[in-house]
């Protein structure tokens, strides 16, 4: 089973961020962290301690806590859960944040992986998305962490941003590949409703939808361009493309998101934390309100609930009262995810996989969308084995789409 941690506080939200996050004092944050302890405790004792394969400490920015209350986290991971040396503990790490001695503590601590948020190689672009640290501030993060004996670091990085060229990306990256992390995350730009970024860019991204000329995003070519020169220049650093927007050296993609995109099991725990349990058919979501988490978690019980399957059929869950959502994934939901979470790798997905998950063929689901995806030259099958071509991978947003299903067909 997998975990993922969730550190909802920054120094400052950015731009484009519409993740569940925000500022806070130092007494919310000490709050906070008991009632995380308090929920790792019950999950602890009501799962008999489970094994796990991968931990992720995500945000927000985990590393604005202070270092006590991250250090007594580390310490009731150990106890509630069962972790040992081969299991991937990640933390994810703003520069800015962070001293050696936060370093050298999650270190001690088992933490074995770091993903560090960079974002960009320029200070004007990093000012422009709201980041509060320079690339010269990341480089000092990133020269400590190698100090402190961290090595497996992933390092993110923008594409797709405003006034951004081919050349002037191509150019940061090629500094963070020399730089010679273990990972490289390279995400393209999304402008999400409700972020200052859609208030200033909301006009453009309607034009670039409608294939017209923008003002200030770079085009749906030049983003084109972005995805192909990326691959090229990564390959040839060493680094090998496993999913659309991630690339690992050998040996060294991240276990914990190939665990969501392969729907393993996973607990979420914190403000807003996602699970998905029993046998990946079992979803929860946690509340969103943080003075309310905090009180719940104060006396957490578990209880349960009947859920219908459908007319004929029900089911108990487990589930608390920290849950705003908890819910059965029914069959037409679950074989949409395999699909379009599985073609995210570039790996793909196998037929005998999807007959042993849900008794049927792919072609029994899918005739018509996987005939006319190879017919397209998005798709391709071999050997039982089916994944995106490279023009797939480019137009990955249009070919997972067409993976949704009516569910009245299928219930």
Not at 229 to 236: F, M
Not at 277 to 305: A, F, M
Not at 320 to 348: D, S
Not at 364 to 375: D, G, H, R, T, W
Request: proline content about 3%.
């Amino acid at each position: 089973m997998e975990l993922y941690i969730h550190i909802p506080f920054c120094i400052k939200k950015c731009e484009y961020c519409d993740f569940l996050s925000a500022q806070a004092d130092d007494e919310t944050m000490r709050q906070y962290t008991e009632a995380l302890l308090r929920e790792m405790r019950f999950y602890g004792k009501q799962m008999n301690r489970p094994a796990l394969t991968s931990v992720y400490i995500g945000g927000g920015t985990p590393t604005v806590l202070k270092q006590s209350y991250m250090e007594l986290l580390l310490k009731q991971l150990h106890i509630s859960f069962a972790v040992n040396r081969e299991t991937e503990i990640t933390m994810e790490c703003n520069p800015g944040t962070v001293t050696k001695e936060k370093l050298e503590s999650y270190y001690k601590s088992g933490v074995n992986r770091l993903s560090i948020g960079l974002q960009s190689t320029f200070d004007y672009e990093l000012q422009l998305l709201g980041r509060i640290h320079t690339y010269g501030d990341f480089l000092h993060t990133y020269e400590m962490a190698r100090q402190v004996g961290f090595r497996n670091i992933n390092v993110d990085l923008m594409s797709a941003l405003p006034y951004q060229t081919t050349e002037k990306y191509l150019t940061g990256l090629k500094r963070v590949a020399q730089l010679r992390p273990e990972h490289i995350s390279a995400y393209s730009l999304i402008i999400e409703e409700g972020t200052p970024f859609y208030e200033k860019y909301a006009e453009d991204v309607r034009r670039r939808q409608q294939g017209q000329t923008t003002r200030f995003l770079p085009s749906e070519e030049t983003e084109y361009e972005i995805g192909l020169e990326t691959k090229r220049l990564l390959e040839e650093y060493g680094y090998e493309r496993y999913e659309i927007s991630n690339y690992a050296r050998p040996g060294y993609a991240c276990r914990h998101n190939v665990g969501y995109w392969r729907r393993e099991p996973y607990l979420g725990i914190g403000l807003g934390a996602a699970s998905l349990l029993g046998q990946s058919d079992i979803r929860y979501t946690n509340i969103t309100d943080l003075k309310e988490y905090i009180r719940r978690c104060e006396n957490i019980v578990p209880l349960e609930k009947e859920v219908n399957l459908s007319i004929r059929r029900k089911q108990t869950i487990s589930y608390t009262k920290l849950h705003q959502v908890a819910e059965y994934v029914k069959r037409p939901a679950q074989m949409e995810e395999f699909m379009f979470l599985g073609l995210r790798m570039v790996e793909g997905v196998t037929r005998r996989a999807f007959r042993d998950s849900f008794g049927v063929e792919i072609e029994a689901v899918y005739p018509e969308v996987l005939k006319s995806l190879m017919q397209q030259d998005l798709l391709y099958m071999r050997e039982g084995q089916i994944k995106l071509t490279e023009r797939g991978m480019d137009l990955s947003n249009y070919v997972l789409a067409q993976f949704l299903l009516e569910e009245p067909a299928l219930t």
